[in-house]
C-alpha cells in the first residue's frame, strides 16, 4: 500500500494509475488524512473492461437506439 497527498496524486496520475495496473494499492491523503484509496479491479469471471469491448452497433433498420441499449444491458446482466 502506498500513501500519496492529493497534490502528488494530482501531479501524478498517469504513472500512479500504472503502479495501480501492477497490482499496487494507493491511499490518497489530504491534509494528511486517507480520502481515497485505488486498488486494481478484481477480475471478477475474466470478463473483459466495459471499455475494451466493442461498442454498440445498430444493425436493424428502423430499429430505435434506447431499444438497443436497453437489450445490450439485459445482456450484460447475465453475464
Same mark, same amino acid.
Given at each position: =500500500?502506498? =500513501? +500519496? ?6 501531479? /501524478? *496520475?498517469?504513472?500512479?494509475?500504472? #503502479?495501480? #495496473?501492477? $497490482? %499496487?494499492?494507493?491511499? +490518497?491523503?489530504?491534509? $494528511?488524512?486517507?480520502? *481515497?484509496?485505488? !486498488?486494481?479491479?478484481? !477480475?471478477?469471471? $475474466? %470478463? @473483459?473492461? !466495459?471499455?475494451?469491448?466493442? $461498442?454498440?452497433?445498430?444493425? @436493424?433498420?428502423? @430499429?430505435?437506439? *434506447?431499444? @438497443?441499449?436497453? #437489450?445490450?444491458? /439485459?445482456? #450484460?446482466?447475465?453475464?
Amino acid at each position: =500500500m502506498k =500513501m +500519496v497527498n492529493f497534490t502528488e496524486f494530482r501531479n /501524478n *496520475a498517469s504513472c500512479l494509475f500504472s #503502479e495501480v #495496473e501492477k $497490482g %499496487q494499492v494507493l491511499v +490518497v491523503l489530504r491534509h $494528511g488524512k486517507p480520502i *481515497a484509496e485505488v !486498488s486494481p479491479v478484481s !477480475s471478477a469471471a $475474466g %470478463q @473483459a473492461l !466495459s471499455w475494451k469491448r466493442p $461498442g454498440l452497433r445498430l444493425s @436493424a433498420k428502423g @430499429a430505435g437506439l *434506447a431499444i @438497443a441499449i436497453l #437489450e445490450e444491458r /439485459n445482456r #450484460e446482466d447475465v453475464l
